[in-house]
């Protein structure tokens, strides 16, 4: 009889939103408004970059953390928006993905509680159950999105070691305002407790008043972990590439987990990195301002509630006046009108469903045809 396998694995779900694209996939001609993907190509400098590197024999191992070139190139960038970082407390790391699981790897032992802010990307819960640690959902939902600090507190304890905070927010698209984050802020002053803010979407922001954590409180650095990408702002999702700034004591521990699981990120990838830091991203940016304005309209004009998103590119309508569970109505759009979205479910909420619209105009405007018309009809029913 076989040894029993790590029972954090088997306490994990497979993604949602993978299943949900999944379905749609199996629906011939179904329009999917469900994956945070942009639409566009990597900037052809960034893929010239890249081949330049190839072609110049950049294909042996390269330092774990990153290149010192990108590294200082990364340092730099931060310091741009008020962010102070060395080159030393950067790790470069294989998307996001890969800077959080080493950060949780690095920050957690068995039994620590993570506060988590839902609806929340679902990673943040599956990164802390692998690593025999707690979540502790943080509901946002009653105070449109943002921090109550009250209900916060009542959140917290002597076992919590970290707090994820995600701005602009996925699936909300909400920005946290700033007293929501000197809420965390006070909290963290006072508990010890570690801010890790997932960054990654820090560059779509379609509204005023947008500060990152970690510039408003700098103060705190000794207990702040900053995590970026370069997978939305220049359409590198396939690359997997991304980093982690903390101060020196914690990058060097989250550059230890980071060796150990993966090495380091591919060699001649990092050109093509440095090469992003000096493409501005505005003209996607101001495609996904247009349609974020469409899907607006269109959700108003569906009668679909919905806390405007003033960043990233998601809407997060709310679904609930129908009496169905977020995935059954999800899997209804897709089955009757041929058009995906995610459950809020995926995200720990129940009652709403995300639009992604990184999408093809055509696409989006098909798909938000689609679901007005599956929403009339769910309407007449009711009537």
């Known amino acids: ?44 400098p960034i893929v010239d970059a ?24 990364l340092a730099r960038y931060m310091a741009a928006s008020g962010l102070a970082y060395e080159p030393d407390e950067v790790v470069v790391t294989c998307g996001a993905t890969e800077a959080l699981a080493a950060t949780f790897a690095a920050l957690l032992n068995p039994g620590d509680e993570v506060a988590i802010l839902t609806p929340a990307f679902g990673l943040y819960e599956s990164l802390a159950l692998m690593n025999h640690a707690v979540p502790v959902p943080v509901d946002t939902e009653p105070h449109g999105f943002q921090i109550d600090e ?19 927010g996925n699936p909300t698209g ?31 922001v379609y509204t005023g008043g947008y500060a990152r954590f970690a510039a408003l409180h700098g103060e705190l650095r000794d207990r702040i972990v900053v995590v970026d990408s370069f997978s939305k702002p220049w359409a590198m999702t396939g690359w997997r590439l991304g980093w ?16 150990f699981t993966v090495s380091s990120v591919p060699a001649f990838e990092m050109p093509a990195a440095e090469c992003a830091l000096t493409c501005d991203p505005a003209p996607m940016l101001e495609a996904y301002r247009a349609r974020r304005e469409r899907v607006m309209a269109a ?16 809407a997060f309508p709310n679904v609930g006046r129908f009496g169905l569970p977020s995935d059954a109505f999800c899997e209804r759009a897709i ?7 995610v459950p809020g479910t995926c995200f720990g ?24 018309s599956f929403v009339a009809r769910l309407s007449d029913k009711d009537a």
């Not at 890249?50 to 190139?73: D, I, K, Q, V």
Request: aromatic letters at 4%; a neutral charge.
């Open 335 to 341: 089955e009757e009108a041929g058009v995906a979205l």
């Open 1 to 44: 009889m076989p040894k029993l396998l790590n029972t954090a694995l088997g306490s994990l779900r497979p993604s949602g939103i993978r299943r949900i694209n999944a379905l749609a996939a199996q629906r011939p001609g179904c329009i999917a408004l469900a994956l945070g993907e942009p639409d566009f190509g990597t900037p052809a």
């Open 349 to 372: 909420c129940e009652g709403y469903v995300r639009l992604s619209y990184c999408v093809a105009d055509e696409d989006l405007d098909e798909g938000l045809r689609r679901l007005a």
């Open 174 to 204: 909400c920005v946290l305002s700033t007293g929501s984050l000197d809420a965390i802020a006070r909290l963290a002053s006072e508990t010890g407790i570690y801010v890790v803010c997932d960054d990654v979407y820090n560059r779509l």
């Open 244 to 259: 982690v700034a903390a101060c020196a004591d914690v990058a060097s521990e989250i550059a230890k987990a980071h060796q």
């Open 50 to 73: 890249a081949a330049l590197s190839l072609a110049s024999g950049a294909t042996h191992y390269p330092p774990n953390a990153g290149t010192p070139e990108l590294r200082r190139a």
């Open 299 to 314: 959700l108003r004009d569906m009668g679909l509630p919905l806390v405007e998103p003033a960043g990233a590119f998601y």
């Open 150 to 168: 009250a209900a916060l507190r009542r959140r917290i304890s002597p076992a919590t070691k970290a707090i994820v905070l995600c701005s602009p």
